[in-house]
C-alpha cells in the first residue's frame, strides 16, 4: 500500500465555514487524512491509494471546484476574481447612496420616494448579493449552512419584508415617512420598511469581502515572489561551447557559465573562477558571500563579482529555491491547534445562529411585541453573527508571517511551530557549524626563541600546502604565501614533510616531532604547546632538526555568537552547548560566546538523551544544529531549528530553517514566530468576544441591522489588515 501527498487548488470557498465543510468530506474517504485553508484556497492530502480524481469528485460533491495546482513555473498570475468583485461593489455602492439618504433624512423623502428606494435597491439585493445567494443554495443544495447562508437569509428577509410592507402593508402610502436609529427601541411598531438594510448590508459584506480578498492577495505575495525569483535561462557549456537553453533543461552534471550580474540558474559547486554572489533575496543577508571552486552555490542568487563555471548538482524541484516554496506553503497550508477549535466552532455555529434567530423572532412574537421589532431583532441576529474572523483568524496570520519570515532567511515549517516558541525555555546549541564557523583557522602563533611570526608561519604553509588536511589549509590561508615544495610525505594522524629552498621542513604533532624526527623542545617551548592543546589542535613546526615554534588551530566561533546568546537570554531562554569537542575546546568556545552550561563530548546518540534528560526536568528545549549528527536531537526537541547551511537531515528533521545560517536569526525567528502566534490569539479572542458580546443585543431588538452589517464586515477587515503588521517586523537591531 502506497502512500502519496495531494495539493489541490479550491475554488467556490467563500467563508471558513466552505472550507471546514470541503475538509470533512474530504477525511470521509479512507485513509485519507486532509486540511483545507480558506485563506490559500488550498487542500493538503495524505492518503494510501488514494487518487487525485477521487480527491476532486469528493470536493465536487461538496459543491466546490478543485484542481490538482500547475508547476510554479507554469501558474499564471491572475487578479483572483477581485476585478469582478470590485466591479460589483462600486455598482452596489452607488445604487446604494441614495437609498441610504432617502431612508434615513426625512428632509429629503419627497412624496414616493420608497418607491424611487426599491427601484435603486433590487438590483442591489438581487445582482449585488448574488454571490452570497448562490452559495446559500449551492450549500443548501448539499445540506448544509455557511456563513453565505446567514447574509443570504438576511437580505432576503429585510427585501422580502419591505416589499410586503409596501405592497401590502401602509409603507406605498403617500407622505409615508422614516428615519434613523443606531439602536431598535423594543415595542416600537409601525410601518417602516428595510430597503436600506438591503441594500447596505449588502455593500458592508461586498466591501468586507473585497478588502478581504486584497489583503489576501498580498499577504500570500511572498510565496509568489520567491517562486518567480528562479533565472529563466541557462548558459551551458558543453566541449568549450556556449549554448543558451531554459532552466527548465538542465540535468545534473550540467556546466554552466554565470557572468556578473546573471542569476545562478540552479544550486551546484564552483569549478573554476571567484567572485561574490548576493544571496540576499534568499537569506536576507546583505553582504555578498564570497566563493572559489568547490564553494556550494544556490540557483536564484545573483552573482555581483567575477565569471564563473559552475556544476549543476541539483535541478527542479530538488533545489533550494523550490525546498524553501515547499515549506512556506506547507506552513501556510496546515493548521495549529488554536485553529482547529475555530473551525468546530464554525461548522456547528450557523446552525445554532439561525436557531437563535427563530428563537428571537418568536419571542419578541409570544411576549407582545410588535411585528417590525421581532423581524428587527431576527434579521440583526442573522448579520451579526457571522464569523468570518474567526475563520479567517489563524490563516491571515500565518500567511503574512511565514510570508515575512522567507523575506528574512527563515523558514516556518507549520503553524505548530508558533504554539511551541511561545513554551520554550531552553536552547540547546551544537558547536560545530552553529555557535562556531565549522571553519579550522589559525588562532595562536607561539614563535621559538630567534624565530619570528612571519618565519614560523611561512616555513610551516610551505610545507602544508601539499596538504588537503583541514588544519594544512587554515595554516596556508594565514601565511602570506608558500615557497617551492619538493618530496612531500604525509604520515596519516601525525604530520607532514618536505624539501622547501632544500632544507627538510616538518609540522605535526609534538610527540611525533620528537620521537620520529628527534627534535629537541625546550621545557619552556613545550609548556606553552600544552598550553594551546588544552584548546586547539596543536601543530609543531621544524627545519633542518631546529624547532622552530608552534601554531595552534581551532574552529573559530561565528563573529555573532556571542550577541546571538545575548539575544537568546532576552526571550527568556537559557541556553546549553552541545558537543562532541573535548572539554576543554568546549569551555573555550562557551567561555567566549557566555554559557555556562556546557555538555561535552557526546555522542550522538548521547546528545539526543541530553535532550531527553532536560525534557524529564519540565524544560520545554528547542534544539539548533546543522549535522547529520544532530537529526535525532532535532526531531526529540520541542523546537527544532537547522543551519540552512547543514545537511539535508538535520534540516529535514527541523521545525524552522535558517536559510543564512546567520545565528542571529535564531532570536529573530522566534520572536517572529512568538509575534505571529500573539496575533493569532488576539485575532480568536476578538472574533470569540465579538459574537459572544453582540448576539445578546441584536437578540434583544437593540441593534440596528445596519450597525450589525457594518460591525461584522468591519470584524473580517480587522482581523486581515491587523495581520498585514507582521509585514512590518523587523529583526532586532540590538
Not at 80 to 105: C, E, H, K, Q, T
Not at 129 to 146: D, E, K, L, Q
Not at 391 to 401: D, I, M, N, Q
Amino acid at each position: 500500500m502506497s502512500t502519496t501527498d495531494v495539493e489541490l487548488d479550491i475554488t467556490g470557498m467563500t467563508c471558513a465555514s466552505c472550507a471546514s465543510r470541503i475538509e470533512r468530506k474530504l477525511n470521509k474517504l479512507p485513509g485519507v487524512e486532509a486540511t483545507v485553508n480558506y485563506a490559500t484556497e488550498k487542500a493538503r492530502v495524505h492518503g494510501s491509494d488514494v487518487s487525485p480524481d477521487d480527491l476532486i469528485a469528493a470536493v465536487e460533491a461538496a459543491g466546490y471546484h478543485a484542481s490538482v495546482p500547475p508547476p510554479p513555473a507554469e501558474k499564471v498570475v491572475t487578479d483572483d476574481g477581485i476585478g469582478a468583485l470590485r466591479r460589483r461593489l462600486l455598482i452596489s455602492l452607488l445604487l446604494a447612496i441614495p437609498v441610504a439618504v432617502l431612508s434615513m433624512v426625512p428632509a429629503f423623502q419627497f412624496d414616493y420616494w420608497q418607491w424611487v428606494a426599491l427601484a435603486l435597491t433590487t438590483p442591489i439585493a438581487v445582482w449585488g448579493a448574488w454571490p452570497f445567494h448562490r452559495a446559500a443554495a449551492v450549500n443548501a443544495r448539499h445540506g448544509a449552512a455557511t456563513m453565505d447562508t446567514l447574509i443570504s437569509l438576511g437580505v432576503v428577509a429585510a427585501f422580502g419584508w419591505s416589499l410586503y410592507a409596501l405592497f401590502f402593508g401602509g409603507a406605498g402610502m403617500v407622505g409615508m415617512t422614516m428615519s434613523f436609529t443606531l439602536f431598535g427601541t423594543p415595542g416600537s411598531g409601525g410601518h417602516e420598511i428595510y430597503l436600506e438594510v438591503a441594500a447596505l448590508v449588502t455593500v458592508f459584506l461586498l466591501a468586507g469581502r473585497y478588502a478581504e480578498a486584497r489583503a489576501k492577495k498580498s499577504s500570500s505575495e511572498a510565496l509568489r515572489t520567491l517562486l518567480e525569483m528562479g533565472a529563466k535561462d541557462a548558459t551551458v557549456l558543453v566541449d568549450g561551447v556556449e549554448r543558451r537553453i531554459p532552466v527548465d533543461e538542465l540535468a545534473v552534471g550540467d556546466v554552466v557559465v554565470v557572468r556578473p550580474g546573471e542569476k545562478i540558474p540552479s544550486d551546484g559547486l564552483v569549478r573554476e573562477g571567484t567572485s561574490a554572489v548576493d544571496a540576499s533575496m534568499l537569506t536576507g543577508e546583505s553582504v555578498p558571500v564570497e566563493v572559489a571552486p568547490d564553494s556550494r552555490v544556490v540557483g536564484a542568487t545573483v552573482n555581483v563579482g567575477g565569471r564563473l563555471i559552475v556544476e549543476i548538482t541539483r535541478v527542479g524541484a530538488d533545489t533550494e529555491l523550490s525546498r524553501m516554496g515547499r515549506l512556506m506553503e506547507e506552513a501556510q497550508t496546515g493548521k495549529a491547534e488554536v485553529q482547529r477549535l475555530a473551525d468546530r466552532v464554525s461548522a456547528i455555529f450557523v446552525p445554532v445562529v439561525i436557531g437563535l434567530a427563530l428563537v428571537a423572532f418568536s419571542g419578541w412574537l409570544l411576549t407582545g411585541g410588535a411585528l417590525e421589532v421581532a423581524f428587527t431583532a431576527a434579521v440583526a441576529t442573522l448579520i451579526i453573527a457571522c464569523p468570518c474572523a474567526l475563520g479567517l483568524a489563524t490563516p491571515t496570520a500565518l500567511l503574512v508571517g511565514t510570508g515575512r519570515g522567507s523575506q528574512m532567511g527563515v523558514l516556518i515549517r507549520g503553524p505548530q511551530v508558533l504554539e511551541h516558541t511561545r513554551a520554550v525555555d531552553t536552547v540547546v546549541l551544537d558547536k560545530t557549524g552553529t555557535v562556531t564557523s565549522g571553519k579550522m583557522a589559525v588562532t595562536e602563533v607561539v614563535p621559538a626563541e630567534g624565530v619570528t611570526r612571519e618565519q614560523l608561519l611561512d616555513t610551516a604553509a610551505a610545507v602544508e600546502a601539499g596538504s588537503e588536511h583541514p588544519v594544512a589549509r587554515a595554516i596556508v590561508a594565514a601565511s602570506g604565501g608558500t615557497a617551492a615544495l619538493a618530496d612531500f610525505s604525509s604520515t596519516a594522524g601525525s604530520g607532514v614533510h618536505g624539501i622547501v629552498d632544500g632544507s627538510v621542513v616538518i609540522a605535526g604533532r609534538l610527540a611525533w616531532l620528537r620521537e620520529q624526527w628527534a627534535i629537541s623542545i625546550s621545557p619552556a617551548d613545550a609548556a606553552d604547546a600544552n598550553d594551546l592543546a588544552a584548546s586547539a589542535t596543536v601543530v609543531g613546526v621544524a627545519r633542518d632538526g631546529a624547532y622552530l615554534g608552534a601554531i595552534a588551530v581551532a574552529d573559530t566561533v561565528k563573529p555573532s555568537s556571542a550577541e546571538a546568546i545575548r539575544r537568546l537570554r532576552r526571550l527568556g531562554l537559557t541556553p546549553v552547548l552541545l558537543t562532541g569537542d573535548n572539554a576543554q575546546t568546549a569551555a573555550r568556545v562557551a567561555a567566549e560566546v557566555g554559557i555556562e552550561d556546557v555538555r561535552a563530548e557526546v555522542t550522538p546518540a548521547g546528545k539526543l538523551e541530553v535532550v531527553r534528560s532536560l525534557q524529564a526536568e519540565g524544560r520545554v528545549v528547542a534544539v539548533v544544529g546543522d549535522g547529520v549528527n544532530d537529526a535525532a536531537a532535532l526531531a526529540a526537541a520541542d523546537l527544532g531549528l537547522a543551519m540552512g547551511s547543514g545537511t539535508d537531515a538535520a534540516i529535514a528533521a527541523s521545525d524552522i530553517t535558517i536559510v543564512s545560517g546567520d545565528l542571529l536569526l535564531v532570536a529573530d525567528s522566534i520572536r517572529l514566530a512568538r509575534r505571529t502566534l500573539a496575533i493569532i490569539k488576539g485575532h480568536l479572542f476578538w472574533a470569540f468576544a465579538y459574537n459572544v458580546a453582540a448576539i445578546p443585543v441584536a437578540m434583544a431588538g437593540l441593534l440596528n441591522p445596519l450597525v450589525a452589517a457594518a460591525a461584522m464586515a468591519l470584524s473580517s477587515v480587522f482581523v486581515v489588515t491587523n495581520s498585514l503588521r507582521l509585514r512590518r517586523f523587523r529583526p532586532d537591531p540590538a
